[in-house]
């Protein structure tokens, strides 16, 4: 098959988004009109200015302009609003369910409290079955490059809203921020109920993938492509169905890979990973679900089976109910190969 008709089996096909941080969906036309609603000073003149600071050489890199960009977003509308746009975005891909990341630790450090963020995200996410037909999920981050304490009082804010939180999860600076600094928050939220999720084998070694699975108990891994350096961590993801929300863009901008030829999504596939695709922060790495989806069936010749096996593995490693699970497997085995569109 040509890959203009693969890129358009991808489109085609309905997927899940596990991987998105909502404040890596603030676009930079989105930046200037907060900025200016807030009365919040920026340092850029322009749109084009934004986008050509958005050149990173590491996760730190990137870190120190998402935290800097989130300095806009104020009041419930703003992250109302945030959250409308991204599910317009997931939509137009055909993004059927979307789990989504929150830091409101980005938010409560700089005086918003928790309640507005938790608030203006979730007023969006009643909206995104009766206006957008996306179900959605939402997941609590740590900052990990904070301390456990300050994990385990956000933990204590969001009790009023457990109901609505699907997760937790544990993003930020990973280098010399091991997992088990949250093994206790982590027990706590198990405690909970809540389903957990870590970022771990982005620039960290596989020792903090082992451990994420071992200290922390996680059900899902986030990024997690430095396990191919190991062999018997493989075995054990491949053997466990653990999945590995991977985000092909934010790896090549982040400098994870220096090529997207390089990029290990393929081979996770060949050795049984439960890979998926995944945009992280859209709006810094350069495009939402179809745009990552477009860059590795380029980079490394995808064929039909490995993008349908990709769309599938985005709903069984979801946090959906089984009967939802097999209703979107269905939809994906029924989707034809080729569009028959004139
Ligand atoms: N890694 C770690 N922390 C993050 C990321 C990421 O890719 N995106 C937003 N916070
Ligand atoms: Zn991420």
Not at 84 to 94: M, P, W
Not at 183 to 190: H, I, R
């Given at each position: 098959m040509k890959r203009s008709a693969l890129i358009d089996l991808a489109r085609r096909l309905p997927k899940a988004e596990l991987h998105l941080h909502i404040e890596g969906s603030l676009e930079p036309e989105m930046l200037f009109a907060l900025a200016k609603r807030n009365a919040v000073d920026i340092p850029f003149k322009s749109v084009e200015d934004v986008r050509a600071a958005y050149r990173f050489s590491n996760l730190q890199?990137?870190?120190?302009?998402?935290?800097?960009?989130?300095?806009?977003?104020?009041?419930?509308?703003d992250f109302f609003d945030l959250t409308?746009?991204?599910?317009?975005?997931?939509?137009?891909?055909?993004v059927r369910h979307a789990e989504i990341f929150f830091d409101p630790q980005g938010h409560t450090a700089r005086g918003i409290p928790f309640d507005v963020t938790i608030s203006g995200v979730l007023t969006a996410l009643k909206l995104s079955v009766p206006q957008f037909g996306v179900t959605s999920k939402l997941i609590m981050c740590f900052l990990r490059h904070l301390s456990e304490a300050e994990a385990l009082a956000t933990?204590?804010?969001a009790e009023p809203w457990l109901g609505d939180i699907a997760g937790v999860g544990l993003d930020s600076t990973e280098v010399g921020h091991p997992p088990e600094?949250?093994?206790?928050?982590?027990?706590?939220?198990?405690?909970r109920g809540l389903k957990l999720c870590a970022h771990a084998g982005e620039e960290g070694p596989p020792d903090y993938v082992r451990n994420s699975l071992d200290l922390l108990k996680i059900d899902r891994l986030d990024h997690g492509n430095r396990s191919l350096e190991d062999d018997a961590l493989v075995a054990r993801l491949r053997d466990t169905e653990m999945t590995l929300t991977v985000c092909p863009l934010s790896n090549l901008k982040l400098c994870v890979v220096k090529d997207m030829r390089a990029h290990p999504l393929k081979r996770m596939l060949d050795l049984g990973l439960r890979a998926t695709v995944n945009s992280d922060d859209p709006a810094y790495f350069g495009g939402y679900m179809n745009a990552n989806f477009a860059s590795v069936i380029e980079a490394l010749d995808l064929d039909a089976d490995d993008i349908r096996a990709l769309a599938r593995n985005s709903f069984l490693g979801s946090f959906l109910p089984e009967g939802q699970k097999r209703a979107h497997l269905a939809a994906i085995e029924k989707t034809p190969v080729q569009s028959f569109a004139p």
């Open positions: 890199d990137f870190l120190d302009i998402y935290y800097q960009g989130m300095n806009v977003l104020r009041t419930e509308e409308i746009a991204y599910l317009n975005r997931a939509r137009a891909d055909n933990l204590k804010e600094k949250f093994a206790s928050v982590f027990a706590a939220a198990k405690e």
